[in-house]
């Protein structure tokens, strides 16, 4: 993602560069007047100054030209908890999607464990929890740079043997940016130079304190590679989730995000959604930021073909006309006629948007010769 330099930053909120040091300082990490931040680390320390920043967000504002109607309380039912694993490179994180995969998945679909999207489904205790497969972190910077958000949970997985580091922070900077609750997985307890706390040290260090400390943060020790402790780390999940209370209704048409799209040779565009509210039917006309059309199949994550897909559940479809970009809004519209106008407009607009910028650089351009 972009990044700002400390000392830019600190201007732009009207604060020294050695407040926002501090500050930094205080969250674990090292800075000096040039190093570069991250929006999400950006977002955290404006929030410690009690400043909310954003991004200008130069790209459609796709809520203004699509009325989405809100939902009555009296209509929302629970939903299942939408799950992302974040964490520090190698500290074991597809390991674990695999882990949890493979504990439950039956038998069966066993054979078919090769990923058919970029999401899987599994049951715990009859419940459903839906895992994205993008990198948290991909998840938490291009969807929310696009104002979207998908996660409802984020598993902070931190090697025992190797304990907080770069990308862990990012990571817990990542989630309290979103307001998403983090469940520490302390991974590798295998290991022979594993030690879960230091591990719980550094974390309330930065501001992340597990429950035996006094904190809220629910940690558990797992081992991805012997299968240590899953059943676990699901149930807790499942805790963490009915906190949430997490609510949609079923009953309405739907609207969902694009986590991630390309183009088929055979099929054309696919994209891979995750149905957030309502109910997505094969048949739908659907606008997906500048592209449209009508859903022509739908595949579960197991690779099966599904005629309707309900809130928290991710389904690859395929029937509109451009390849989607990953945090796209889906939004089902009353007709095909409706849904290529909504799109053509916001191509208009783009294009328009396009045409003011690069008169306004050129200007600056010719100013900045005098
Ligand atoms: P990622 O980069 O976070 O996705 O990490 P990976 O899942 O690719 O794991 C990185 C390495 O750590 C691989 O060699 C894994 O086999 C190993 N690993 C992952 N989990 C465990 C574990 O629980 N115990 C041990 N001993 N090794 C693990
Ligand atoms: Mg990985």
């Known amino acids: 993602g972009e990044k700002v330099a400390v000392k830019d930053f600190a201007e732009k909120i009207k604060k020294s560069s050695n407040e926002v040091i501090g500050k930094l300082i205080k969250l674990g990490v090292m800075a000096t007047i040039n190093q570069e931040i991250d929006f999400e680390t950006a977002e955290v320390i404006a929030k410690e100054f009690e400043i909310e920043i954003e991004k200008n967000v130069s790209k459609v504002e796709e809520k203004q030209d699509l009325f989405i109607e809100p939902d009555d309380e009296k209509d929302l039912l629970p939903r299942p908890p939408v799950v992302t694993v974040m964490g520090h490179v190698d500290h074991g994180k597809t390991s674990l999607l695999d882990a949890i995969r493979k504990t439950h998945v039956t038998e069966k679909e066993a054979g078919g464990i090769t990923q058919h999207i970029g999401a899987s489904e599994v049951m715990v205790e009859g419940n459903k929890v839906v895992f994205l497969d993008t990198p948290g972190h991909e998840a938490f910077t291009t969807m929310r740079a696009r104002g979207a958000k998908v996660t409802d949970i984020a598993i902070l997985v931190v090697a025992a043997d190797d304990g907080v580091m770069p990308q862990t922070i990012e990571a817990i900077n990542h989630a309290k940016a979103a307001k998403v609750p983090i469940i520490v997985a302390i991974n590798k307890i295998d290991k022979p130079g594993a030690n879960p706390d230091r591990v719980k040290q550094e974390l309330a260090d930065r501001g992340v304190v597990i429950e035996e400390w006094g904190g809220d943060v629910i940690s558990v020790p797992v081992s991805a590679l012997q299968g240590t402790n899953i059943d676990t780390l699901l149930e807790m999940i499942l805790l963490v989730a009915e906190i949430e209370e997490l609510k949609a209704n079923p009953n309405r048409s739907a609207v969902g995000t694009v986590i991630e799209a390309e183009l088929d040779k055979g099929k054309g565009p696919v994209a891979t959604v995750l149905v957030q509210n309502g109910t997505l039917k094969v048949g739908d006309s659907v606008v997906i930021g500048t592209t449209f059309g009508r859903i022509r199949a739908m595949l579960s994550d197991k690779g099966k073909k599904v005629k309707q897909a309900k809130p928290s559940t991710a389904v690859e479809i395929t029937g509109f006309s451009e390849v989607p970009e990953a945090g796209d809004q889906m939004v089902v519209v009353a007709d095909d006629k409706t849904a ?25 351009a010719l100013y900045s010769q005098v």
Not at 353 to 364: A, E, I, P, T, W
């Open 340 to 364: 290529r106008e909504i799109a053509e407009n916001r191509k208009d607009k783009i294009k328009e948007d396009q045409m003011k910028k690069s008169q306004r650089v050129s200007l600056d």
